[in-house]
């Protein structure tokens, strides 16, 4: 895709493709024998989640939540509303949350909150992207695909708009497009 709006290329389509493909090795060791409930965050893991997917070699169920967080358009204030609700019972069931990307970590505390406190037998996260500089809370991410700058970032899930989720590989937005405080 030639787009002036994409500054460069962070994580290319192989970095991905390998990275996915080693994490869903991983997570099938670490839960072999136990059958495993994926919840995918939308909009923005719905690519990671379904590559990731195909990787895993244990029984594996998936569900989905929508969660949008107070604030301004770039920044969370870590008020949260359930836009979309798991659809399944995660009592006594394993949870991995697989996430696009952890910032302040505000958004995925809440979330984590609400899932412990409906008591699976564990609770896990996966993401594929992470930027440690911009954590204001720090959240255990079991399993972590790519550490990245505080860039804002583009493609393979993420958007800026709505625009550029499909893109085939993880880019940086041009500087010029980024909105303030982002």
Do not use: W
């Not at 996260?125 to 860039?151: M, W």
């Amino acid at each position: 895709m030639d787009d002036p709006a994409i500054g460069e290329t962070l994580v290319s389509r192989e970095d991905l493709q390998r990275r996915v493909a080693e994490l869903g090795a991983e997570i099938s060791r670490d839960y072999e024998g136990r059958d495993l409930v994926m919840v995918g965050v939308l909009k923005g893991a719905v690519l990671f989640l379904a590559d990731l997917m195909r990787s895993i070699e244990v029984p594996c169920e998936v569900d989905f939540m929508a969660v949008s967080s107070y604030g301004s358009q770039t920044d969370s204030s870590g008020v949260v509303r359930i836009l979309k609700d798991l659809d399944i019972n995660i009592e006594g069931r394993h949870v991995l949350v697989v996430e696009d990307i952890i910032d302040s970590g505000l958004t995925l505390s809440y979330l984590l909150r609400n899932l412990e406190s409906r008591e699976p037998a564990s609770l896990e996260i996966c993401a594929l992207l992470t930027k440690p500089e911009r954590r204001e809370i720090e959240v255990p991410v079991r399993y972590v695909g790519f550490e990245i700058p505080n860039r804002f970032v583009i493609g393979y899930g993420l958007d800026f708009g709505e625009r550029y989720r499909n893109l085939p590989y993880v880019g940086v937005l041009d500087p010029r497009l980024v909105p303030e405080g982002a």
